[in-house]
């Protein structure tokens, strides 16, 4: 559906990851520049799901990816994603318990790319905290007044070293949403959107390092058309989404470089069945 600024979480306030998600989600959902032929299934008799999906790489031939969900019934853990691409596996495992979610991911066949994370949220605030091989990070974030979110997070790498930290804050007003975001290494990252009437929304992202800002608009000519541009100083994006029924959406994208204005655009298209 289209995301409009509007749309907040009642129950707790955003992850810091999140943070700023109103504004990127309309400048990243749905561009696409691949070639994917999507596939769901659900039986209803059955705690499992599965998506099988097929990128078309034109001579390259087609790379197809399974990927199932599976809640074990006795013990309560939900494998979110169990992925099999090729001869490479990969899984997301999440269970809660007492508020807390745990999260796990990686390969079962190496043991170091496992990592590990833990969530907790309330109507007022949210906490997370996750490590593996490599870093232990930490982060919060915390909603003292309606409609206002502040937060930080903070890295350390377990070689050693500088802890990485960025805090920033979020802000919505009726139709408008803003935020901030400002890292130790001194860059500052601001995300604005409007959406004056929820089929449109207009959003834009700028940080203080390239100062070069991503704009983008999608708008809903139809309750299942979706239609969308963004822009950055390189190059101009196209997407146009239609809901074909319950089961099936097909997008369709296309991208232009501003300096070869003359070359035919990349284009891409996903059929999303299920």
């Known amino acids: 559906s289209l995301q409009t600024c509007k749309e ?27 070639y994917l032929v999507k596939a769901k299934s659900a039986p209803s008799s059955m705690p499992v ?95 003292p007044i309606a409609f206002g979110v502040i937060g930080c997070d903070a890295t350390y790498t377990l070689s050693g070293g500088a802890i990485a930290y960025n805090a920033g804050l979020s802000y919505t007003f009726k139709s408008l949403f803003g935020g901030i975001i400002y890292s130790s290494k001194k860059i500052a990252t601001l995300a604005l959107c409007w959406s004056p009437v929820p089929e449109l929304s207009v959003a834009a992202t700028v940080d203080s390092d390239k100062k070069e800002p991503t704009v983008g608009i999608k708008y809903g000519l139809t309750p299942t058309i979706t239609v969308g541009a963004k822009t950055t100083k390189e190059s101009l994006a196209l997407v146009y989404v239609n809901k074909l029924g319950k089961d099936a959406t097909v997008v369709v994208g296309a991208t232009s470089k501003y300096a070869d204005i003359q070359a035919k655009p990349t284009f891409g298209a996903t059929l999303t069945i299920g």
């Open 49 to 143: 799901s599965f998506t099988i999906e097929d990128e078309i790489k034109g001579g390259k031939g087609v790379e197809g990816t399974l990927t199932c969900k599976y809640k074990e019934p006795y013990s309560g853990v939900t494998f979110d994603k169990i992925k099999l691409k090729g001869s490479k596996v990969n899984y997301e495992a999440s269970k809660s318990i007492e508020g807390v979610k745990l999260k796990a991911k990686g390969d079962p066949t190496d043991l170091n790319s496992t990592s590990g994370s833990a969530e907790f949220k309330t109507k007022s605030y949210a906490l997370t905290a996750a490590a593996d091989k490599k870093c232990a990070s930490a982060s919060a974030t915390f909603s």
């Open 8 to 34: 907040r979480d009642s129950m707790a306030p955003p992850t810091f990851s999140d943070l700023l998600k109103v504004a990127s989600d309309v400048l990243g959902d749905d561009y696409t520049s691949k």
